[in-house]
């Protein structure tokens, strides 16, 4: 059984770090793209940065672009979103995707697997 299992959220102050960590269950964890999305109250969820299978390419949503950084530990079958200089805008529920294309389509449906979430609070 698939399972994509988030952690590292958390409040953290404007201009502060945070990193999120996806720890995957799911065979030929080094053949799928990874990537986090993010949700906030009542609003959909939207594409934040995805890696390919090797980690040698990454694509970012130009919110976070020169503050997020994504990368993978093929190893520990693990993905991670490293969060810098962090802004109140940036709360919301943190998901981690698997997906199968690259470069990955930033709708939610081209996703195949998800975890449940962890959320990221910014404020003073």
């Known amino acids: 059984q698939a399972q994509l299992v988030e952690s590292g959220g958390g409040l953290v102050q404007p201009g502060g770090s945070l990193k999120l960590s996806c720890e995957v269950s799911?065979?030929?964890?080094?053949?799928?793209?990874m990537g986090w999305f993010r949700q906030a109250p009542g609003k959909e969820r939207v594409f934040v940065a995805a890696?390919?299978?090797?980690?040698?390419?990454?694509i970012y949503a130009d919110s976070v672009r020169d503050r997020f950084n994504i990368y993978r530990d093929n190893a520990k079958s693990t993905v991670y979103l490293q969060m810098n200089d962090l802004k109140p805008e940036d709360s919301a529920d943190y998901y981690c995707?698997?997906?199968?294309?690259?470069?990955?389509?930033?709708?939610?449906?081209?996703?195949?697997?998800w975890g449940q979430g962890t959320q990221v609070t910014v404020s003073s």
């Open positions: 799911l065979p030929q964890f080094d053949k799928r793209i």
């Open positions: 995707g698997a997906g199968g294309t690259w470069p990955p389509l930033q709708i939610i449906a081209a996703w195949d697997y």
């Open positions: 890696v390919d299978w090797e980690g040698a390419n990454t």
